[in-house]
């Protein structure tokens, strides 16, 4: 029989970034076919392509035998393609049912029927083994599995062929994760078929049919089999990259007998419930420490519970020796500490404001003059700081929104120089930057370390974490596993840490 969707030398670029370059995919009715690579290997373009998000620049794609087109999201729903993304796409303040039915609500004769859709839904999670959810029960009220079964439920109403799943089993518990391969078997014994994505090669093994591997927008393996294949092959077709990570040069280590000086950033037996376990680390002066982990190994929540942007369960945070009281941004600021994170356009850039008031506005006080703001100054000493950085277009009067994502991502570190920030914390520095970018970040990071500021750095591109830390953390499901100099690992070691979890300290 001829596979239920056939995807042939897709490609696709983005602006400084050939993110497909002639992947091919194909996945049979009723198999669970695993997609596999590292962060920027090209996996979400191809599931947004697949789910008429984006338009490939060139290949084919064949469903049930016919070459189609998925112009929107709703072209490919009513050919019975479904995407389950990692970050659930649901509105929180509406109900499960009118979210399992959003977009296509049930009526009859132009009238909505709220009861009719709220029976439907019911039979939709009984179906998925959760009869115990309410349909009426907002959204928002439900934990992360119960969201991730309405948005099953939600998939299934459109009477779906085909489902991708996006690291389903990122925020589940091992129960949870058993319900989801029970729903998983469930719905291939249907027909179904699932494109399965995860890191965890123990999950993969479990459910999975088939293996594809991309490295670097290109298929690098077809149809392994799942269940038989050896971590340590699968871990070598991920790695090695096309990509040059220019990093500049560690400074070369100096034998002295004076005693290192005390940690800048010291963390003391942190945690948050649910999140990451309790730990302890160090940053001291001129120091790069590097986390590295999968998306949900709690990389990020760290980064932000030693910001105060959210509070610990138990732990303290200090630096240069003194407690930063905790759940308190501004007493984070206060004691130095500077965040970039992860989504900058939505959590640190004011993207309708100037250059200069987003470098500024971690230091307003700096400029106040008797109830007035310096205007003049403000904008002299924002301009010194973006010069440093060289940015471009040289204008601080730019609107920030305006820039490359590379320079929009220099605006933030300004921001910290300006503030003199001793402690910088990293979340993903690079996402969302060209290669020419990169190496400039990366030259900057190096200086500031150098000035002596004390860098914790979160990054999914392993090559950036070892070419940039001094020392590695690794993370897997909330705790740390592995830790050593950076010299002393290499990316197959890390990646088979983080896919396998073997605690070794």
């Known amino acids: 029989m001829a596979p239920l969707l056939t995807m042939s030398g897709i490609t696709k670029t983005f602006p400084g970034v050939r993110a497909l370059d002639g992947v091919d995919l194909d996945v049979e009715a009723g198999e669970v076919h695993c997609l596999l690579g590292q962060n920027g290997a090209g996996k979400s373009t191809l599931i947004k392509i697949l789910a008429g998000a984006h338009q490939p620049d060139a290949g084919r794609i064949t469903w049930r035998g016919e070459t189609v087109r998925l112009p929107t999201p709703v072209t490919a729903m009513r050919l019975g393609i479904a995407t389950i993304y990692q970050e659930l796409d649901l509105v929180e303040h509406l109900s499960v049912a009118e979210n399992v039915y959003l977009g296509h609500e049930v009526a009859r004769r132009g009238v909505v029927r709220p009861r009719e859709a709220r029976?439907?839904?019911?039979?939709?999670?009984?179906?998925?083994?959760?009869?115990?959810?309410?349909?009426?029960?907002?959204?928002?009220?439900?934990?992360?599995?119960?969201?991730?079964?309405?948005?099953?439920?939600?998939?299934?109403?459109?009477?779906?062929?085909?489902?991708?799943?996006?690291?389903?089993?990122?925020?589940?518990?091992?129960?949870?994760?058993?319900?989801?391969?029970?729903?998983?078997?469930?719905?291939?014994?249907?027909?179904?078929?699932?494109?399965?994505?995860?890191?965890?090669?123990?999950?993969?093994?479990?459910?999975?049919?088939?293996?594809?591997?991309?490295?670097?927008?290109?298929?690098?393996?077809?149809?392994?089999?799942?269940?038989?294949?050896?971590?340590?092959?699968?871990?070598?077709?991920?790695?090695?990259?096309?990509?040059?990570?220019?990093?500049?040069?560690?400074?070369?280590?100096?034998?002295?007998?004076?005693?290192?000086?005390?940690?800048?950033?010291?963390?003391?037996?942190?945690?948050?419930?649910?999140?990451?376990?309790?730990?302890?680390?160090?940053?001291?002066?001129?120091?790069?420490?590097?986390?590295?982990?999968?998306?949900?190994?709690?990389?990020?929540?760290?980064?932000?519970?030693?910001?105060?942007?959210?509070?610990?369960?138990?732990?303290?945070?200090?630096?240069?020796?003194?407690?930063?009281?905790?759940?308190?941004?501004?007493?984070?600021?206060?004691?130095?500490?500077?965040?970039?994170?992860?989504?900058?356009?939505?959590?640190?850039?004011?993207?309708?404001?100037?250059?200069?008031?987003?470098?500024?506005?971690?230091?307003?006080?700096?400029?106040?003059?008797?109830?007035?703001?310096?205007?003049?100054?403000?904008?002299?000493?924002?301009?010194?700081?973006?010069?440093?950085?060289?940015?471009?277009?040289?204008?601080?009067?730019?609107?920030?929104?305006?820039?490359?994502?590379?320079?929009?991502?220099k605006v933030v570190l300004a921001r910290w120089m300006l503030r003199e920030c001793r402690v910088l914390l990293l979340d993903e520095p690079t996402r969302g930057v060209d290669v020419g970018a990169r190496s400039e970040l990366y030259a900057l990071v190096r200086r500031l370390a150098d000035q002596g500021v004390a860098v914790l750095l979160v990054s999914s591109e392993v090559p950036e974490v070892l070419g940039l830390a001094d020392r590695v953390l690794v993370l897997r499901e909330g705790r740390v596993v592995h830790a050593a100099p950076a010299r002393e690992l290499d990316e197959h070691r890390v990646l088979d840490l983080v896919m396998e979890g073997s605690p070794t300290c």
Do not use: C
């Open 119 to 409: 029976a439907r839904t019911a039979d939709l999670l009984t179906r998925l083994g959760h009869p115990e959810i309410d349909p009426g029960t907002l959204v928002g009220e439900l934990p992360a599995a119960g969201q991730q079964i309405a948005s099953m439920a939600r998939a299934l109403s459109h009477k779906v062929r085909l489902i991708v799943m996006d690291e389903p089993s990122a925020a589940l518990d091992p129960d949870e994760v058993d319900n989801l391969f029970r729903i998983v078997g469930s719905l291939t014994a249907e027909g179904v078929a699932v494109v399965y994505i995860s890191h965890r090669l123990e999950e993969i093994r479990r459910i999975g049919d088939r293996l594809t591997v991309l490295k670097d927008g290109s298929t690098v393996a077809r149809d392994l089999p799942a269940r038989t294949t050896e971590t340590d092959r699968v871990v070598s077709l991920m790695t090695g990259r096309d990509i040059e990570y220019a990093f500049p040069a560690r400074p070369p280590a100096v034998l002295t007998k004076e005693e290192p000086p005390p940690p800048l950033l010291r963390v003391e037996g942190l945690a948050r419930a649910g999140e990451f376990a309790p730990l302890d680390l160090d940053v001291r002066p001129g120091e790069i420490v590097g986390l590295a982990g999968l998306v949900g190994s709690g990389r990020s929540e760290v980064l932000e519970t030693v910001y105060g942007a959210r509070r610990a369960t138990s732990g303290r945070v200090l630096v240069n020796g003194r407690p930063v009281r905790p759940g308190s941004v501004r007493a984070a600021v206060r004691a130095g500490i500077g965040l970039a994170p992860e989504e900058r356009k939505a959590q640190a850039l004011l993207m309708l404001e100037s250059v200069t008031r987003n470098v500024s506005v971690s230091a307003l006080s700096r400029f106040a003059r008797g109830g007035w703001l310096d205007r003049a100054g403000e904008r002299e000493a924002a301009r010194a700081r973006t010069r440093e950085l060289s940015l471009t277009p040289d204008d601080p009067d730019r609107p920030v929104r305006t820039l490359s994502g590379g320079n929009q991502q």
